[in-house]
């Protein structure tokens, strides 16, 4: 069995939640940095799909609308 089976899911939005609370002053400069890049990261990712996920919804508003 899987350890990770034990874990109890984390719900939608909360690990963004506790990395919004996280105490920013215990990290260092280059932390930071790192920090600034792996958020940017995840912001093109979330475009990304962002992009995809519109893009789907106005395909399927035309072919419904005819």
Excluded at 30 to 42: G, M, Q, S, W, Y
Aim: charged fraction near 45%; glycine fraction near 6%; charge should be negative.
């Amino acid at each position: 069995m899987d350890t990770d089976d034990l874990e109890p899911r984390k719900r939608r939005g909360e690990a963004l939640a506790a990395l919004a609370r996280e105490d920013l002053d215990l990290l260092g400069i280059e932390e930071l940095k790192d920090r600034i890049t792996v958020l940017e990261a995840e912001i093109v990712r979330i475009r990304d799909r962002l992009g995809r996920k519109e893009g789907s919804k106005s395909a399927a508003e035309a072919f419904f609308k005819k």
